[in-house]
């Protein structure tokens, strides 16, 4: 018998497994990584769309802390639209990150980059495709075949494979026992879905939600937004914490609920004195070590992680809630997707 | 007698006279970057929040697309919060953006990005604030005090002001005739605002909007949304139109009305093509040079102005019909905004 949502809830229920089995190969590709030269690189660029752009948030963010380098978001239509030349990208790295690894656009601009000189590495989840082979540095997810519409179990792998691009640019080592945890924690939050119920009453009753987040947990506000929306339709709003402050905080003083996402680094105190500034007006939700829905922490990346898998749950939730199959969500198909 | 959102109004109807004011500028402020080095520099780092970063989009999309040069979109949490060093940048400009010149993390971060040898361009409202005094370079807006919490001629001044930093790095000339008639289209703009009325019928009647726009126009998008969200507490989301077609478009075709933001560039034929392809599904309104609601092209630049004035006429068309006074938007205050 086939159940609804199946395809979703399997594929996140890959997770832990998946995880671990990358966190053993971590120290390896980071070596790989660290060979190639990541580290004497200028400044990195990101070249991704969607729930990869998201993952690739944490690689971005991951290394500007711990290096300092510059850290670039590439607009494609700057090069496909415009003819510009990539030359000034020639002492770069350049992180191509494509599920599928077909994606054209990525593909034919990770080639240009590549010509002009750029380290570019390529993150997919199948060695065999066109941005693996035309990587200077291929970085394999090997989290098996993904079925739903929705990506889940490739976008956390995709943002274990950016923490190593992050860490192989500094000097900094991960602990080794929080990557040996890593697939453990995930395991746990899996088991403990519930904690969410309140938040998926608030946001399938109200319609709508504004998804905040500061520093490394911004990465799992945009990408919680963006399953939400995928799965049920549902506008959610992914917000750095800090910006939703300069106006859209507006938002939840009309009511419009709140579900939070932070870790433990100095930036999530933001996050977490936001959500006590707004429960008087809104629902509000923290999804954080200590907050109303708990992970544990470990290193801020993995902190990034783990609240993704939450946001999963909560779109996946909120899906069946509403009586949608978010394994094909109604209607994508029907729009043509031109590029 | 004092109208509700009379401030907003007439802040907006100072735009084709503060708008032609600067362009009359434009020739010595950019001659004025170029004797500074802009256009030897490495990159453009963007340091900004709230309106002034959708405002400074003009100018990191503009550089890349004039010039192909790295662009950075800072994160200040980075220097602030994990006390990194902005060393790395020293060979960079930095564009700091803010109205007041007074926003404590973006003056502090302009002094340090100075002191590691940035070329640091600052943009302000006030000639006497501690930005334009920290800055390599200051660039006035000179549009006089804004007095209406959201803000309007101080956003389109600070893109028109980005322009000239993008400008500085390239060797392209801007367009004489399009820099002279600048005030002249937002004059025509302003006299004609009947056009939006199917827009702000559906986004008021809907409660929420996506607002799309790619390359130059995204901006437009951002910032529209940003405004709507501060006058009315509506959620309005931005979305870059690439972005939008991977998995957001399932908001269209469960009824969230699309407003799209396009102009005459290659990139705008995708957002065209979107609001086709989504009309069947939800109310879609194009703005753009010859859509729905139309405005006069001019150099890319220009178009994103000019596309933003659009918006504002949205958002206080909006605020008005729901019986709300923009200039003060309701429980903004009520939070309190902690740094």
């Not at 003819?83 to 990150?97: H, K, S």
């Not at 980059?113 to 495709?129: K, M, P």
């Not at 870790?263 to 707004?278: C, E, N, Q, R």
Request: glycine share 10%; aromatic share 4%.
């Amino acid at each position: 018998m086939t159940q609804i949502g199946g395809a979703m809830r399997r594929e996140m229920q890959d997770q832990p497994e998946a995880l671990a089995a990358m966190a053993g190969r971590l120290p390896g590709l980071i070596a790989e990584l660290r060979g190639a030269g990541v580290h004497r690189r200028a400044g990195l660029a990101i070249l991704a769309r969607g729930s990869s752009d998201n993952a690739a948030r944490v690689a971005a963010y991951s290394a500007q802390v711990r290096s300092g380098m510059p850290v670039s978001l590439l607009s494609p239509s700057v090069y496909t639209s415009f003819g510009q030349t990539t030359e000034r990208y020639g002492d770069w790295v350049v992180l191509a990150v494509s599920q599928s690894g077909q994606t054209p656009e990525i593909v034919d601009l990770a080639g240009r980059f590549r010509e002009a000189g750029s380290l570019v590495v390529g993150v997919t989840n199948d060695e065999n495709s066109a941005l693996a082979q035309t990587a200077s540095v291929h970085l394999a997810l090997g989290v098996g075949p993904e079925t739903a519409v929705p990506a889940t179990k490739t976008v956390t792998a995709q943002m274990l494979a950016g923490t190593a691009v992050a860490a192989a640019a500094s000097d900094a080592q991960l602990d080794p026992a929080a990557v040996a945890s890593l697939g453990d924690h995930a395991a746990a939050l899996l088991d403990d879905a519930s904690a969410l119920d309140p938040a998926v009453r608030a946001v399938t009753a109200a319609g709508k939600v504004a998804m905040v987040g500061r520093g490394f947990a911004a990465a799992a506000a945009f990408e919680s937004a963006l399953k939400l929306q995928e799965t049920t339709g549902i506008l959610a709003h992914g917000f750095s914490t800090a910006d939703f402050r300069h106006g859209p905080v507006r938002l939840a003083v009309g009511g419009t609920p709140v579900v939070a996402f932070a870790g433990s680094t100095a930036p999530d105190a933001d996050t977490t004195a936001l959500v006590a500034d707004v429960a008087a007006h809104a629902p509000a939700l923290l999804v954080a070590p200590h907050g109303d829905v708990t992970f544990a922490a470990t290193e801020p990346e993995f902190e990034a992680i783990l609240a993704t898998i939450r946001g999963q749950q909560l779109a996946l939730a909120a899906s069946l809630a509403l009586g949608l199959d978010p394994d094909h969500p109604s209607g994508l198909s029907k729009v043509t997707m031109t590029e």
